[in-house]
């Protein structure tokens, strides 16, 4: 018999869940700071957008956004410091929810902010959750001590903290 968590699913069938969860979230981030660097006009036009929207030095913020994306979003479909990169991946969609979607409305269809809020929260989920067995956290025997309200905290208040301190320090839109 195989044994059950509390909503009667086995913890295989729970841990593959996580596992499509984690792989699908990190891997659409990771491809998107993927693209920053080599899609379109490539890191130079990303740079070029960060500065026009008030990300300046805009180079500078391509990069960073570029390579946090990349290593946060590898890192949750690992696994691996699964809470740290749920908090990377929120203070990434604070600075995009503040610069670019805040004033368009939900719909991400309008350019809205409904999907930096879905990925966000996806992300705390994740963070809370746990990564589940099939995971780097779980063969190092330290997701217990990353999940659950410590994994919530550790995600949502060094997301919004870092999200809110590069806008303090960075963002400076045209007037």
């Known amino acids: ?5 509390a909503s009667g699913i086995t913890i295989a069938e729970q841990d593959f869940v996580l596992l499509i969860f984690r792989l699908s979230i990190g891997i659409t981030i990771a491809t998107h700071g993927w693209n920053k660097i080599f899609g379109g006009g490539k890191i130079k036009g990303t740079g070029r957008w960060f500065q026009s929207i008030g990300m300046k030095p805009g180079i500078f913020h391509a990069w960073i956004a570029a390579l946090s994306e990349i290593l946060c979003g590898l890192l949750l ?5 699964t809470s740290f ?11 995009a929810w503040w610069t670019v979607h805040r004033n368009n409305g939900f719909f991400i269809i309008k350019e809205g902010w409904e999907y930096v809020f879905v990925l966000s929260v996806a992300a705390l989920t994740i963070a809370t959750l746990g990564p589940g067995g099939w995971s780097i956290d779980h063969t190092l025997g330290i997701s217990d001590d990353l999940m659950g309200w410590a994994g919530f905290w550790i995600a949502s208040g ?11 320090l960075f963002f400076r839109p045209e007037k």
């Open 77 to 81: 479909a690992l696994g691996f410091l």
């Open 1 to 5: 018999m195989n044994a059950s968590t």
């Open 158 to 168: 060094l997301g919004i903290g870092a999200g809110l301190l590069q806008l303090v």
């Open 85 to 95: 990169a749920a908090s990377g991946i929120i203070g990434i969609m604070v600075v």
